[in-house]
């Protein structure tokens, strides 16, 4: 995206046609309204960037087909040498060379104008052109989906002329005309130009009907120039023009389409000989993903102090348009509000909106054809003025921070005091703050334009928050996306029918369509062949419904670029939802549900309790939870936040997301029974996504990482420390990282597993927890105490001869009897001074651990787990305590 510099920020609107509310389509479906069409086509709009043409920012649907676009401006246009003397014979070619410079870099994107005039070509402040509107006739469908017709008529070529107008709704229209091509683009120039030349208008104070006869009869003349000439009474002024000029516009004023060049033929016509060596071809900037290597271009002025002169420099006007858009947006810009000041949208009582209708006699009553449906062509210029005065306090190091600097993750400005205190506001308080947004964008902008080299860092400050801005490129770093992405994505065939298309077809028009750019005809485009090149992709898996709904994040988030939005989500399943989608993934959701009811139970026993009882198990509610990690049950905006943090976590933390959703549900749950719960989680109450977000990460934080270890994870290298840094504590690692030994925990039989109410830990999570290699005390909370503490539950002799330092001695057979009945509870007695703790269950047999575990569960004690493989295991690492006697 270009920097702001001397550009500012217009907004044009228009309506799209409006379609009947009884028809459907052949889907059965209602009809896509036009305008969420339009939405759609205009996206890759935004990715069209070049010097000569306007940059477009960002579309807005309003009420009744409204639509608003927003695109870089300039308050100059060619228009301007009309109002004087005619333009300089160079000036004419610099015009000339730069607008088919603009033009044939839209056809090389399948674009063309269509709607060249005076007024779509502005001027920046060094007199270059900028072709504005180019994407209107693109966004229109060529011109079906709205009520006007897309140009000026006064401009456009012969041919589109004698095709007439034409709208889908016409009956007596039987197909669409061909779709405008190149060199109709290079008729209108002809005009401009010639106007330029001739410094006065042409063609414009005749009635349009004599105006198109009169286009249309220059097909019978040899030269048009001097027919022009000699018509508007300029003759004199053309024959002084240079020869070059003349035949320039000879050749873009040509009649027959066959024999006009098109923009690219032009521009290597001899005729800007004298020009063309002043310009160099442009260049594409290298994407941040791809096999290009990225550099920035850096200019230094030969005097480095002069960098430290202007006190007054505008920052902001080096900032990306698209950012400044969206901080406009934070700073309360409102569009419409914008709009409504300069009179471009009125309001009417409703007593003049009424319909017209016409009696029997043909006497008609009511208000006929609004105007204000047709197009209006005014850009208004939106003021910064508002932006620049919030930001007027951000001082300009902040626009350049110091990456490497222990304080760069938080604000600097004159401000600093009250940015630091943002940081903890709510989430939803700190994305709508202009200030702090601003720093943070800049913050990942730069990490980002260094990734993956700053990979580390942009991990670290998206443990703070990630900038709504960037949120999609921040997700493909954190999923470690590297290399060139398009062209894998280019070498999958998404074009062959396979199978899996019709569920696909089926599925698409279900999957968020309350989102507009998700609905569009373009969205469901990109949808299936995002979709289809995973499948395709992907052979040993098979398409499972939810897949879209697993999807749609990412191509919502990196709609203009699909190849990013197959690699995110090719990176994400194996990560969090390895094998799910295998053709019989029986067991892999088994076991997953199981492991999830034992983290119930292990955080929230009387909740489990309760849901056991009444036989509300996991496997009711929570497959649509885990097979699309929760993008079937919230909307986009909360899986954003939602996902900000799974994506920092290991393949485990959607089971802690899991808890809290049900925490949240708690009093509810335990008031009900089988029935109400049913109903209940079938529409799914209101859930505080940020208060889920929190109580995930505490409930991630007391979780040991072997309790959720599960034998058809993937399995990973060995990693780093945990995600939420280092005073996080062990908890915030993925067991499936960790190396094999022989103190790591045992798979089970999903038999044995269901078995058991309490997850097990192993040996070595055991060890790491208390500190026992170190020597140390077990970890501690913030109260001083210790957060473990193992109960021993082997007879006293057994725990005489080495048990776990500072481990409590409950036998077994002093709560439980031969027949394994219930004699006394333990929880009575010294277990409640550990209540909140991680207490783990130390036997010989893990059987006779598992049933004095889940009688604390049943007695609603929380963090209870038994170790794998019980005391056998430690005995070989030395690290078991013998008491000494006593003298």
């Not at 006065?200 to 105006?211: A, H, P, T, Y």
């Not at 050749?251 to 033929?265: D, G, I, N, V, W």
């Not at 969205?523 to 090149?533: D, N, S």
Request: with cysteine; charged share 20%.
């Amino acid at each position: 995206m270009k920097a702001l510099r001397d550009a500012e920020l217009g907004a044009f609107t228009f309506f799209a046609s409006a379609l009947p509310h009884d028809v459907c389509g052949s889907n059965g479906l209602p009809l896509t309204p036009n305008s969420i069409k339009i939405l759609g086509r205009f996206q890759i709009l935004k990715t069209i960037t070049h010097p000569r043409l306007c940059q477009y920012v960002d579309i807005s649907r309003g009420k009744h087909e409204r639509l608003i676009v927003v695109a870089e401006h300039y308050s100059r246009n060619v228009g301007d040498f009309r109002q004087g003397q005619t333009a300089s014979s160079e000036k004419v070619l610099q015009i000339a060379y730069e607008v088919l410079e603009g033009l044939e870099f839209m056809n090389k994107h399948g674009l063309v104008h269509r709607a060249l005039s005076p007024n779509n070509v502005l001027m920046d402040c060094k007199g270059n052109v900028k072709l504005a509107k180019f994407g209107l006739y693109h966004m229109t469908d060529q011109g079906a989906d709205v009520d006007f017709p897309i140009g000026n008529p006064s401009y456009l070529a012969p041919e589109v002329i004698a095709q007439g107008s034409f709208h889908p709704s016409d009956p007596s229209c039987d197909e669409a005309p061909l779709p405008s091509g190149p060199k109709t683009d290079i008729w209108s120039l002809g005009i401009l130009l010639f106007e330029l030349c001739a410094g006065r208008r042409v063609l414009q104070n005749i009635e349009i009907s004599d105006k198109l006869k009169f286009i249309l009869t220059l097909g019978c003349m040899d030269d048009i120039v001097t027919v022009l000439a000699e018509e508007h009474g300029c003759l004199e002024i053309i024959k002084e023009l240079p020869e070059n000029v003349v035949e320039l516009l000879r050749k873009c004023l040509t009649f027959l389409p066959s024999k006009r060049p098109t923009p690219a033929e032009l521009l290597g016509d001899p005729v800007f000989d004298g020009i063309s060596c002043h310009y160099t071809p442009f260049q594409k900037p290298v994407c941040l993903f791809s096999s290009s290597l990225r550099c920035a271009h850096l200019e230094l002025p030969d005097d480095i102090g002069d960098l430290c002169k202007d006190d007054d420099e505008d920052y902001m006007s080096e900032r990306g348009i698209d950012e400044v858009y969206h901080l406009w947006c934070l700073a309360g810009g409102d569009l419409e509000k914008e709009l409504i000041n300069k009179e471009i949208i009125q309001s009417k009582p409703s007593v003049c909106t009424l319909p017209k209708y016409v009696l029997e006699d043909g006497e008609s009553f009511g208000q006929g054809r609004d105007r204000s449906f047709l197009l209006d062509d005014t850009t208004v210029t939106l003021s910064l003025c508002q932006l620049r005065n919030r930001l007027k306090d951000v001082a300009g190091e902040a626009y350049y921070p110091l990456l490497e600097d222990e304080q760069s993750s938080l604000p600097q400005s004159n401000s600093s005091n009250e940015l630091s205190a943002t940081v903890t506001l709510p989430l939803i308080i700190r994305e709508r703050d202009t200030e702090y947004q601003l720093i943070r964008i800049i913050l990942f902008d730069r990490l980002l334009k260094g990734y993956p080299y700053k990979k580390n860092l942009v991990w670290k400050e998206a443990r703070v928050d990630i900038p709504p801005l960037v949120r999609g490129l921040a997700w493909a770093a954190l999923l470690g996306i590297e290399g060139d992405i398009q062209a894998r994505y280019d070498g999958i065939d998404k074009d062959t029918p396979i199978p899996t298309d019709r569920q696909i077809e089926v599925d698409i028009p279900r999957c968020h369509q309350y989102d507009e750019l998700l609905s569009s005809p373009q969205g469901h485009i990109k949808f299936r062949r995002v979709l289809k090149a995973w499948v395709v992709s992907h052979p040993d898996l098979v398409y499972w419904q939810g897949l879209d709904s697993l999807c749609a994040p990412f191509l919502y988030l990196n709609f203009n670029n699909e190849a990013l939005a197959y690699a995110c989500m090719s990176a994400f399943i194996p990560k969090y939802l390895y094998n799910f989608f295998l053709k019989d993934n029986s067991h892999v959701i088994q076991e997953y549900l199981t492991v999830f009811s034992q983290m119930i139970g292990f955080h929230d026993p009387e909740l489990s309790n309760h849901l056991n009882e009444i036989g509300f198990i996991p496997d009711l509610y929570a497959i649509p939870w885990f097979l699309t990690m929760f993008t079937h049950v919230f909307p986009l905006h909360k899986i954003f936040h939602l996902w900000d943090t799974l994506l920092l976590g290991s393949s485990s933390f959607p089971f802690c997301i899991g808890v809290a959703i049900l925490q949240q549900l708690r009093d509810r749950l335990l008031a009900n029974g089988f029935n109400e719960c049913i109903l209940l989680f079938s529409d799914l109450p209101e859930i505080d996504i940020e208060r889920c977000v929190r109580e995930s990460i505490n409930l991630f934080r007391w979780t040991p990482k072997s309790t959720t270890y599960r034998q058809y994870a993937q399995p990973t290298k060995a990693g780093g420390e945990g995600i939420f840094g280092k005073t996080a504590t062990y908890f915030s690692s993925d067991y499936q990282d960790m190396a094999k030994t022989d103190l790591s925990r045992e798979p089970l039989t999903l038999c044995d597993l269901k078995a058991e109410v309490s997850p097990r830990i192993s040996a070595e999570d055991l060890i790491d927890l208390c500190e026992l290699l170190l020597g140390g005390p077990p970890k501690r909370n913030k109260s001083g105490k210790p957060k473990i503490v193992a109960v021993d539950i082997r007879n006293v002799e057994d725990f005489g001869r080495g048990h776990v330092s500072g481990s409590i001695n409950i036998p077994f057979n002093s709560v439980f009897g031969p027949d394994g009945e219930l004699v006394q509870c333990p929880a009575t007695g010294v277990l409640q001074n550990y209540r909140g703790r991680v207490i783990v269950i130390v036997s010989h047999a893990v059987k006779s651990a598992a049933l004095f575990a889940a009688h604390l569960v049943k007695v609603n004690f929380p963090r209870v787990c038994i170790l794998d493989g019980g005391i056998s295991k430690l005995n070989p690492t030395g690290l078991l305590t013998v008491p000494s006697p006593q003298i």
